[in-house]
């Protein structure tokens, strides 16, 4: 073999050997694993304090439930404001949520659930343009009061590392009707 096709081979490899997820895969991380990593129990979303700002069917009545035995929120979206392509997007779907937006562009995607008897959280991947994969990440949501200009009250998403440090704080309101995306970065 030539050198040159040795070099291209031994490129190949070691591109195809990495990839963004877990481990080097090249498959995403699962919520599921973030979940798992952090020790935590999923449990269904349904159940949390500001769950009525979701759209559960059928409600939650007892907390203790598993999350696999409740199907959580039908698909239900906030963004940073109301145009066509708001900066950030947060989607809730079943026991999940995924936030997309920012630029550089910024992604978490987790599962509500529970390290012992601590207050439940979304844990997650984080990932932004400085990663090459997610990293652990807790999202914790909070009703906000309604503005004086609308009676519709929003929603607060602070994500944070592993160490604490603040990653993201967003404040949201929901989308009515069609779904959204975030706008393209320049």
Not at 14 to 20: D, F, T
Not at 143 to 157: A, F, I, K, R, T
Request: with cysteine; net charge neutral; aromatic share 6%.
């Amino acid at each position: 073999m030539k050198p040159k096709h040795v070099l291209a081979l031994t490129i190949a490899a070691l591109l195809s050997a990495c990839g963004p997820g877990v481990g080097g895969t090249g498959r995403p991380a699962e919520s599921r694993e973030f979940v798992s990593q952090a020790g935590a129990q999923p449990v269904p979303v349904c159940s949390a304090s500001w769950a009525g700002m979701l759209n559960c069917q059928p409600p939650v009545l007892n907390t203790s439930a598993v999350a696999v035995d409740h199907p959580g929120t039908t698909k239900i979206q906030y963004a940073s404001d109301s145009s066509g392509k708001p900066e950030w997007v947060l989607s809730f779907e079943g026991n999940k949520l995924s936030l997309e937006g920012g630029c550089p562009r910024v992604s978490y995607t987790a599962e509500w659930g529970q390290v012992g008897s601590a207050a439940p959280l979304y844990f997650g991947g984080y990932l932004n343009a400085k990663l090459i994969q997610p990293v652990l990440a807790t999202g914790t949501v909070k009703v906000l009061p309604p503005s004086n200009l609308d009676s519709v009250p929003g929603l607060q998403l602070e994500l944070r590392g592993e160490d604490g440090q603040l990653l993201t704080l967003l404040q949201l309101q929901k989308l009515s009707g069609n779904t959204s995306n975030p706008r393209n970065c320049p």
